[in-house]
């Protein structure tokens, strides 16, 4: 199977115009210049924006926040919104927010618009699941709240941590054919494709997505499961245990006959950890990389 180009933290031509795209984008959800860090009144809407204002030192200046974003500790105190996916005007606006930040898939749209009439800037980030797009929001939500400089030395320090990971997962053994599965419903598991965090991760962690021919998440039969062969299994640690754990995971009719689950070899973590490609994006690519090639479970 032919393997992915790689995400690098390097500014190609390519990347150079992906950044002005998504500059150019956040321009125009923006209905007034955002206010300076000292008078700003923050929404962030998606765990990676969260966590990296905080990150920026400006997690003070956050009144609300979407039901995920739960990390770190300290964001959980903060109003919540509900699904980042589908809040609610009224909600947001009742905070009186100055400034929203928001995910390239929160929404929904309509909601948006409605609140940058009412006078908040809003901006959304990009929603590609490399390292590059990853410093390129931590820029956009720098610029935004007027912190160009803590933006650069972040900017700084995660190229460098992003970095050192490569190298690192590039000297392991190996490249463990992997199959991510968001959910097993009515017996059925919903495998992760292409253009997918899933898929993104995978790929940084140096893995073969068995399932990259396809888009999005699809469901999948015992035969396709059994022809894919993944070596190894990964889920968010919700979904292993809906599923009933690692044993449940093994003998489940469509996994059973992979290598994967003969060997036990089931992989799960929390899912803003692992696909939300924040400022933990290094430390989750060396961890997924080292447990695709760790023994079974």
Not at 10 to 38: E, K, N, Q, Y
Not at 66 to 81: F, M, Q, R, V
Not at 169 to 195: K, N, Q, V, Y
Request: proline share 6%; glycine share 10%; no cysteine.
């Amino acid at each position: 199977m032919a393997r992915r180009p790689r995400g690098r933290v390097g500014m190609s031509r390519l990347t150079r115009r992906a950044v002005l795209s998504g500059a150019m984008a956040a321009a125009a959800w923006a209905a007034r210049p955002a206010l300076g860090a000292a008078t700003a009144r923050v929404v962030t809407l998606g765990g990676d924006v969260t966590e990296i204002v905080y990150a920026l030192g400006a997690g003070g200046l956050i009144v609300g926040r979407d039901s995920g974003s739960l990390h770190p500790a300290e964001a959980a105190a903060l109003p919540d919104l509900g699904y980042f996916r589908n809040v609610g005007a009224e909600g947001v606006l009742s905070l009186a927010p100055t400034l929203v930040l928001a995910t390239a898939s929160a929404g929904p749209p309509e909601t948006l618009r409605q609140i940058a009439a009412a006078g908040p800037t809003v901006i959304r980030m990009p929603d590609r699941f490399t390292g590059e797009a990853l410093i390129e929001k931590v820029r956009i939500a720098a610029d935004a709240l007027k912190a160009r400089d803590a933006g650069d030395a972040l900017a700084s320090r995660l190229s460098a941590s992003i970095a050192d990971a490569e190298a690192a997962i590039s000297r392991m053994p190996r490249e463990p054919r992997t199959l991510f599965l968001l959910s097993a419903r009515d017996g059925a598991p919903m495998a992760a494709g292409r253009d997918t965090a899933a898929d993104g991760i995978i790929a940084l962690a140096r893995g073969v997505n068995v399932f990259s021919a396809h888009y999005g998440y699809k469901p999948i039969s015992l035969e396709a499961a059994a022809a894919a062969a993944p070596q190894a299994i990964v889920m968010m640690d919700h979904t292993l245990t809906a599923m009933g754990g690692v044993n449940a995971v093994a003998n489940h009719p469509a996994l059973s006959l992979t290598p994967a689950a003969r060997e036990k070899r089931v992989i799960a973590r929390e899912g803003q950890y692992m696909l939300g490609f924040g400022p933990r994006l290094p430390e989750a690519m060396k961890d997924l990389a080292a447990a695709l090639r760790a023994g079974p479970a």
